[in-house]
């Protein structure tokens, strides 16, 4: 989901209240300000808007999804990660078009400018501990699924399995 000026994220299911970030509980939830204040929460672990504990990221790539050497174990969009190494990403082609420690804000002209940018490639949105390879919890989408604006407080729309 993307409320302008509000909240931006991603859930297991289309169940979310943009109390301002997602309050919903649930441990496959990301989800981070849009109005000037820094993230909100990865997974569980939310209060984040002040954290230098952890990094939000944006990767992109253009895929051809008949060659992509990563397709049978991460597919074109819609299912979350625990675990991917940030590194072998990189080296798979995907380049980082956004990444600040939780604590930074984030604006719906960031996400905007990603979405014009980037327009027809994979995404992948996530969260890792600082400066760490792993990545605690990611989603992955096409880019034009994932920046959408979303109209509804309370329900988030579904993208293959993700709900933006």
Do not use: C
Request: charged content about 25%; proline content about 4%; hydrophobic content about 40%.
């Amino acid at each position: 989901y993307r409320m302008e000026r509000e909240s931006y994220g991603f859930a297991d299911n289309s169940s979310v209240n943009l109390n301002n970030p997602d309050v919903v509980g649930g441990p496959m939830r990301l989800s981070w300000y849009l109005n000037g204040s820094g993230g909100h929460r990865v997974g569980d672990d939310t209060g984040l808007a002040n954290s230098t504990a952890w990094d939000k990221v944006i990767l992109a790539k253009k895929v051809n999804i008949y060659k992509d050497p990563l397709q049978p174990i991460l597919p074109l969009r819609g299912i979350f990660f625990r675990g991917l190494v940030y590194s072998e990403l990189i080296a798979l082609g995907y380049k980082p078009v956004y990444a600040a420690e939780y604590r930074s804000p984030t604006t719906n002209d960031i996400l905007a400018g990603i979405l014009k940018d980037h327009s027809g490639k994979r995404v992948i949105v996530a969260a890792r501990r600082v400066k760490s390879e792993i990545i605690e919890l990611a989603a992955v989408g096409l880019v034009d699924k994932v920046f959408k604006v979303t109209n509804s407080t309370t329900t988030a729309d579904e993208d293959s399995g993700v709900y933006w």
